[in-house]
């Protein structure tokens, strides 16, 4: 079957990937006349769980959900995706069936645990380690944040990175991770850093920014398109006067109906800074900013042929 896209500029024939059509766990439409069966997103996984196990299914579903949402948002804001970049973006959804998985990245390739995607084992560890949100779009978003400092900041911005960020070389991750589970996060952490878990080391401190940087930009651009936010300005004090304004009213909605927080972080100055150098960054690649039509097509917006 092939799909015509109902938009009237563009009107590209496509069909579904692969990942669709075999296991229901993508709803992005690849051009038709792609030789490759899977679409931009999946053509990126390494490894995906053994789907012998019915459980591994629902949960690899939620996972790619998630990193669609994700990427999408990327690449819209500009930042490379491609599997071309150096290094490649790839991802690894593993079990623990061969011994414990961590999630993480090295290298471009971000590794996830699958019993993430499990609603039970996420919430338990999000008690255990005090955070306000754990969430499968974070860890993407987070894990993200480390693949673009090594494409975008390491070997170009490092100066202006250190400055704002602090010297990632000293103390060392190692010194500074064991530091942290010790001490935990100095009393004002939170004039300084949007998370705890940022004050561990410069490169958490970005990882942790870049994740809030998508947060903002993600919540801000929908609510623009629902018709909740009033115009939106595309430079960074719009974006971010609209992400506090849009955080402080969903706040208090949510807590009316007991649910936590939307924005759970206060953007001091400092922050505000940090979160600056990120959407410089995205702004620095904008000429790779696909043209609207380039942007991939999904289920909910196009029409079957006939
Ligand atoms: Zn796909
Ligand atoms: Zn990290």
């Not at 500074?176 to 935990?184: I, K, L, S, V």
């Amino acid at each position: 079957g092939q799909y015509l896209c109902d938009v009237p500029s563009c009107r590209s024939v496509l069909k579904r990937c692969n990942n669709d059509v075999a296991h229901g766990a993508c709803n992005c439409l690849p051009d038709a006349s792609s030789g490759e069966p899977l679409c931009i997103y999946c053509g990126l996984n390494q490894v995906i769980p053994s789907l012998d196990a019915e459980a591994n299914l629902a949960k690899w579903r939620k996972l790619e959900a998630a990193k669609r949402r994700t990427l999408y948002t990327v690449r819209a804001l500009g930042f490379p995706v491609a599997a071309a970049s150096d290094p490649p973006l790839r991802f690894a959804f593993l079990t623990d069936i061969n011994g414990p998985v961590t999630t993480g990245h090295e290298n471009g390739l971000i590794t996830i645990n699958v019993r993430e995607a499990d609603d039970v084992e996420r919430e338990r560890t999000r008690v255990q380690m005090g955070e306000p949100q754990r969430t499968l779009v974070g860890h993407f978003r987070h894990e993200l944040g480390h693949f673009y400092w090594d494409l975008l900041v390491k070997n170009q911005r490092l100066d202006e990175f250190r400055s704002l960020f602090g010297n990632e070389l000293d103390p060392s991750y190692d010194v500074a991770m064991r530091r942290y589970y010790d001490q935990g996060p100095p009393s004002d952490w939170n004039e300084q850093f949007v998370s705890e878990y940022a004050s561990m080391h410069p490169w958490e401190d970005f990882a942790e920014t870049f994740n809030t940087y998508l947060d903002m930009a993600s919540i801000v651009s929908t609510a623009a398109q629902q018709q909740i936010a009033t115009t939106l300005h595309d430079d960074f004090e719009s974006l971010l006067l609209a992400y506090c304004e849009i955080g402080s009213a969903v706040n208090e909605l949510n807590r009316e109906m007991g649910l936590k927080d939307l924005v759970p972080e206060i953007i001091h100055p400092t922050v505000a800074a940090k979160l600056r150098f990120v959407d410089e960054l995205r702004r620095q690649t904008d000429e790779a900013r696909p043209h609207p039509l380039d942007a991939p097509h999904f289920a909910d917006i196009v029409a079957a042929a006939d």
